[in-house]
């Protein structure tokens, strides 16, 4: 167990729908990092926020938002959702801004499957 | 464009083997070199690699960078059927702190 917690753990929804997908980092991180992992594309770095501000962007759609909340808490929110975006979404957390001093942890996943 | 590069894709051995697993990187302003382990759920972190030639160990894995040649390899002797999984390498840019995974290398680990 990483102390890093997601929710919801499995996600069933349609084409055309949104959905917030939530993370909690371990206690005292205060980077949250976003990724989303395909059959096809493996593992893909979306979004880095850090202490409440974005700090790096990765391959995120313009669909898809995320924010980071004064108790450090994390939502990515996907919108106008398509077949494609069926995936493991992950949410990993660290103590820095940049993980090259550190190292993430990542949460268990929420898996997301559009109909 | 910033690219990590695993190989091979797939691997099944017998307990007791070892293997190698590769990855090879072309990422902007390279700031370092993970490698994590994924079974069914999220990786799990098993080593950070930042300088050239220093072997990183921990228990029957070790793993080496080289930064010049731009690849790592990540080792595992006498390997177990509980090393069956997924291993991820991933690469941080110093630009805009972006992570670049692999696809992962499946091992298969057979009794």
């Known amino acids: 167990d990483s102390g890093v917690t997601q929710t919801p753990k499995h996600l069933i929804t349609a084409t055309g729908q949104r959905v917030t997908l939530r993370c909690s980092p371990r206690?005292?991180?205060?980077?949250v990092y976003w990724y989303q992992q395909s059959l096809d594309q493996g593992l893909q770095f979306l979004i880095q926020y850090y202490n409440g501000e974005e700090r790096a962007k990765g391959n995120i759609l313009e669909r898809f938002s995320a924010q980071q909340f004064p108790d450090l808490h994390s939502e990515l929110n996907l919108s106008s959702l398509e077949l494609g975006d069926s995936a493991l979404y992950f949410c990993?957390?660290?103590?820095?801004?940049?993980?090259?001093?550190?190292?993430?942890?990542f949460g268990p996943g929420t898996r997301l499957l559009v109909l | 464009e910033d690219k990590v590069v695993q190989s091979p894709l797939s691997l099944v051995v017998h307990e007791g083997d070892t293997v190698t697993l590769n990855c090879s990187y072309e990422v902007t302003n390279f700031r370092s070199l993970l490698w994590y382990k994924q079974e069914k759920k999220a990786p799990t972190f098993l080593f950070m690699l930042?300088?050239?030639?220093i072997e990183k160990k921990s228990g029957r894995l070790s793993s080496i960078l080289d930064k010049k040649e731009l690849f790592s390899i990540l080792n595992i002797t006498a390997t177990q059927t509980g090393d069956s999984a997924i291993y991820l390498c991933?690469?941080?840019?110093?630009?805009?702190?972006?992570?670049?995974f692999g696809t992962g290398t499946s091992l298969t680990v057979i009794p």
């Open positions: 206690s005292g991180d205060l980077s």
């Open positions: 991933a690469v941080e840019g110093n630009t805009g702190n972006q992570f670049y």
């Open positions: 990993a957390s660290s103590p820095q801004a940049s993980p090259g001093v550190g190292t993430q942890y």
């Open positions: 930042t300088s050239s030639g």
